[in-house]
């Protein structure tokens, strides 16, 4: 009988991927199919509230696998209200809807797929200079993830299908961040999804690789005729974080197959006590023929984040982020951008009982509710933010997982 400790936020779950959640499992002989190993938020499942009790409680792995149901249906959804200085808008908004289907087809094989609908505002200005005060519900396949682990051979996972770029600290899904907004890191620096194939190999617990192919950055269907090709590699010497580094090497642009895009991305998580979380990434790109001279076009960037929890049910996330844009081929204007970033945060109960699943590579578990609000001073080195040098957005935030 396996058996083990619900550290936190209960048990760590490593993904196909190994970027969403953390484990330990294979030091009890568990591999990535029998562990309900599959990629997305909140995709890691486990339905099983009669057996999950409070924090530090052994957890038997065997009856959760008898009691999970056939077809495991989880969700999130994210409600807001935005203000930005520079175009003196403000906003309230139900941002997005996400309904993730988890199941497991044998031993061996699993699928995870995530439904995301998500408000976005129509691009554009009124006759009065502001937003043009409209915009559109999207619905999209944001995950589709295909994965088999051979009978008798844990340490590979063969994987296919959509799913979140193996990169950085940040995520895409909210509930997954200790902030309401997104660093112009996450935004420019680095890919957010890719549709393609990853090889994983785990020798030791403490290190794993992954291959990658797949069509480009960010785009369901490939835009050229090369593919995009990639590797991870997965330092995690301690119980709660690790460091992470990836490469991505391809032709990006549409019918374009000649010039060739390279990253190079770091990330770290240290969680040196229950109450702090470290987060923080590094980015270095170039890019062929997009310089405006129609040379190599460079951009750098990092982002430092801190989260210290105050209270059982209260913290607050401090992030600086800066990103270099010297010849314009990621923001369209030739710049340095700064971020400065305050969110106070409070929250309440485990996500779904029997659902175990935490901030990436921590202990700290996802909270079924949650209230934040983001005060985030902005700064350029041109007028990139309504034709001026500066903003001061402000973003109040409300999470409910289901």
Do not use: C
Not at 130 to 151: A, K, M, Q, V, Y
Not at 289 to 300: L, M
């Amino acid at each position: 009988m396996q058996r083990m400790t619900a550290l936190g936020s209960g048990l760590m779950l490593r993904t196909p991927f190994g970027d969403i959640f953390e484990t330990r499992l294979r030091r009890f002989g568990a591999g990535p199919a029998s562990i309900f190993g599959i990629l997305g938020l909140p995709g890691i499942a486990l339905a099983a509230a009669a057996v999950a009790g409070t924090q530090d409680t052994p957890v038997d792995l065997e009856e959760i696998n008898a009691r999970a149901p056939a077809l495991q249906v989880t969700g999130f959804g994210v409600a807001t209200y935005g203000y930005r200085s520079g175009e003196n808008e403000n906003s309230l908004a139900a941002s997005k809807l996400a309904v993730s289907l988890f199941k497991r087809i044998g031993p061996t094989f699993s699928v995870f797929g995530q439904l995301t609908t998500l408000f976005e505002e129509a691009e554009g200005e009124d006759e009065e200079g502001g937003g043009s005060g409209s915009g559109e519900l999207e619905t999209e396949i944001d995950n589709l993830i295909f994965s088999f682990t051979p009978r008798g051979v844990p340490e590979l996972n063969l994987s296919f299908g959509r799913f979140d770029a193996p990169i950085g600290f940040e995520r895409d899904d909210e509930p997954l961040n200790l902030e309401p907004t997104r660093s112009f890191n996450f935004e420019f620096a680095r890919p957010v999804k890719l549709t393609g194939a990853v090889l994983r190999y785990t020798p030791v617990p403490t290190w794993n690789l992954s291959l990658l192919a797949v069509n480009g950055w960010d785009t369901a269907l490939d835009n050229n005729d090369a593919k995009t090709l990639g590797a991870r590699v997965e330092f995690l010497p301690f119980e709660f974080g690790g460091i992470g580094i990836t490469a991505l090497y391809g032709a990006e642009k549409d019918e374009n197959s000649s010039d060739q895009r390279l990253l190079v991305s770091g990330d770290l998580t240290l969680q040196p006590a229950r109450s702090l979380i470290v987060g923080a990434e590094g980015n270095a790109g170039r890019e062929e023929g997009s310089a405006p001279d129609g040379g190599t076009a460079t951009w750098a960037g990092g982002a430092v984040t801190l989260f210290y929890r105050v209270h059982r049910n209260a913290g607050v996330t401090f992030r600086y982020d800066y990103f270099e844009d010297p010849d314009g081929a990621r923001t369209g204007v030739g710049q340095v951008l700064r971020s400065v970033t305050i969110a106070p945060m409070i929250f309440f109960r485990h996500a779904v009982a029997g659902i175990f699943s935490t901030i990436p590579r921590t202990s700290f578990a996802l909270p079924a509710v949650a209230l934040r609000l983001g005060i985030r001073f902005d700064r350029s080195t041109a007028p990139f933010f309504a034709n001026r040098d500066k903003e001061t957005h402000a973003v109040l935030e409300g999470i409910v997982i289901f």
